[in-house]
Nanobody, 121 residues
Framework: QVQLVESGGGLVQPGGSLRLSCVAS????????MGWFRKAPGREPELVAR???????NYADSVKGRFTISRDNAKNTVYLQMNSLNPEDTAVYYC???????????????WGQGTQVTVSS
């Protein structure tokens, strides 16, 4: 079993910044890709950013230049630095990880509980 625990969400003003963290714990043999999704009211779930175990990254067009994803493989932790936040960034942000608990097992997707990010004056 793998658990993902998120932190760092909250209320910020437009133009402000937040840094989200997600720690994977439990019985872990290895973690491959990690990423962040978000669900805003009235909108479909959206992939915000993802990062491979080697550090290659991808971003949604809406956050390029403002958000930065990074990871610490030794700590099984992924981060999302969010700058120049807009009200449209308001959403529940979910951490995702591909991981296996044994070397003979296939990769499975795990999800965090979600953390609320609200951008408002």
């Amino acid at each position: 079993q793998v658990q993902l625990v998120e932190s760092g969400g909250g209320l910020v003003q437009p133009g402000g910044s937040l840094r989200l963290s997600c720690v994977a714990s439990g019985t872990i043999f290895g973690v491959n890709d990690m990423g962040w999704f978000r669900k805003a009211p009235g909108r479909e779930p959206e992939l915000v950013a993802r990062i491979t175990s080697r550090g290659n990254t991808n971003y949604a067009d809406s956050v390029k230049g403002r958000f930065t994803i990074s990871r610490d493989n030794a700590k099984n932790t992924v981060y999302l630095q969010m700058n120049s936040l807009n009200p449209e960034d308001t959403a529940v942000y979910y951490c995702n990880a591909e991981a296996r608990t044994l070397p003979t097992m296939p990769l499975k997707n795990y999800w965090g509980q979600g953390t609320q990010v609200t951008v408002s004056s």
